[in-house]
């Protein structure tokens, strides 16, 4: 039975072959090839196209050394291309510092000495840092140091000819007389060395303090003037046996990076 079945399937397809065969010689069959010719042209162009591609890829690639080379100019290209992104950033956030700090200093009638921070000392307790500026430009112990549209950072500790040092307000050491933006516009003291943070000290009890409150200073300092922003309060300390309460501030300022800062001058 099988035998059969394929004897009946191979006069089939001889008789298929024979008939195309025919047609073909009678040209019957051009327009059949013309329209299989049009479908497959775009596949075997793309498969030619791809061959030759990978064809010029071994034969680049094939010379172990060029491999090499060209693969050190392209990291030297990524290279460059990242320190030009890193220097133009650094350009446009200096040039924003800058900005902030004119527009301070064309708002207010205070001298205003713009300087470069060279070097700092953030280590453990202790928060200072370097400027550009010293005694030569009128430079005085005790001048403030802002940066931005007012943001109180430091007062100057240490003078030469050519450069300062300014104690932050996070050191340790530091204390500001500050006013909070309340009802009762209350005072305190504003000490470093806690950390990111700093704290107000010497509110009365009775004078009701916000969490979201702006604490700015004073102007009870005769060397700091009134209203040079500090920061905002982000806790509250009231103790019943206590005679003060507190206030935790979160800096308006990131005490770990300065470029520019100004020196309000002292007349």
């Known amino acids: 039975m099988r035998k059969s079945n394929v004897q009946k399937a191979t006069f089939a397809v001889g008789g298929i072959i024979l008939f195309l065969v025919f047609f073909n010689y009678l040209g019957w069959l051009n327009f059949a090839k013309k329209s299989l010719r049009q479908i497959f042209i775009p ?16 034969e680049f690639f094939q010379n172990r050394e060029q491999f090499f080379n060209a693969y050190r100019v392209a990291q030297l290209t990524l290279q460059k291309r990242d320190e030009n992104e890193a220097k133009l950033k650094l350009l446009e956030e200096e040039n924003m510092e800058l900005k902030r700090m004119l527009n301070f200093k064309e708002k207010n009638k205070y001298e205003i000495l713009l300087t470069k921070v ?7 307790t202790e928060k200072t840092i370097i400027i550009d500026r010293g005694e030569n430009e009128g430079i005085k112990i005790g001048d403030p140091a802002v940066i931005e549209e007012g943001i109180l950072i430091g007062k100057v500790i240490k003078t030469e000819k050519d450069i ?13 007389a500050t006013t ?33 409150d702006l604490v700015v200073t ?10 040079l922003l500090i920061g905002k309060v982000a806790a509250i300390e009231n103790e019943a046996y206590q005679p003060f309460q507190q206030a935790i501030l979160t800096p308006s300022a990131d005490y770990t990076r300065f470029i520019y800062i100004g020196i309000v001058l002292r007349k």
């Open 118 to 124: 060279i070097g700092n000392n953030l280590e453990g």
């Open 180 to 212: 909070i933006i309340n009802r009762e516009k209350s005072l305190g003291v504003v000490e470093g060395g806690y950390g990111l943070s700093v704290r107000m000290n010497f509110i009365p009890r009775n004078e009701t303090v916000k969490i979201g």
């Open 43 to 58: 596949f075997i162009r793309q498969s030619g196209e791809f061959s030759v591609k990978i064809k010029d890829d071994y």
């Open 164 to 176: 300062s040092i300014v104690r932050l307000l996070s050191d340790n050491q530091s204390k500001v």
């Open 218 to 227: 004073s102007g009870l300092e005769q060397d700091t003037p009134r209203g």
